[in-house]
């Protein structure tokens, strides 16, 4: 009886001890997760106002200096934005200051996290045949998914959040 007693002993303290180890490694796993989507959610702030604020005299800057936070398909959307845009805002005389008013981690792990934005905007320019500037303050909500690569956090998503937005199923 106390061979057996022992023996369950031993297997209950093996099975604690188990139990333990992936306990700490979760553990882990979420504190990283915790630190990187802080992380995201600094470089995030920083690179929504700089991707959503321009200028139509240095269009060429402002649209360059946006797409190298960009990366994967959001850099090709890029691409073919700074062959439109420019135009439109010349022609406008436009010039949109962004402004991050709060930022909030959706989701996070090592290597990729989702941040919700929200953005103040001032938009200044010219409507085609009016003699008066007009001016238009908004606000939006966006969802930037940050993509770690080489060290870095770059934005490989972004999309903007109208009305109830369905929050997306974790993979």
Not at 4 to 15: E, F, K
Not at 85 to 95: D, I
């Amino acid at each position: 009886m106390r061979r057996l007693l022992a023996a369950l002993l031993a297997a209950a303290a093996v099975g604690l001890a188990a139990v333990a180890a992936w306990l700490y490694m979760d553990l882990s796993r979420i504190q990283g997760g915790v630190a990187a989507g802080r992380e995201a959610m600094t470089a995030a702030r920083s690179y929504a106002a700089d991707m959503l604020s321009y200028d139509y005299r240095t269009m060429g800057e402002d649209l360059a200096r946006a797409r190298s936070h960009t990366t994967g398909a959001l850099s090709e959307r890029y691409a073919r934005l700074a062959a439109t845009l420019p135009r439109l805002a010349r022609q406008r005389q436009e010039v949109r200051q962004a402004v991050v008013a709060a930022a909030a981690i959706e989701s996070a792990t090592a290597e990729e996290a989702r941040i919700l934005v929200f953005l103040n905007t001032v938009t200044s320019g010219r409507e085609t045949g009016q003699d008066r500037p007009s001016q238009e303050v908004g606000q939006s909500r966006l969802r930037l998914v940050m993509t770690r690569e080489n060290g870095r956090w770059l934005v490989s998503d972004l999309s903007t959040l109208l009305g109830d937005t369905p929050v997306p199923q974790a993979p």
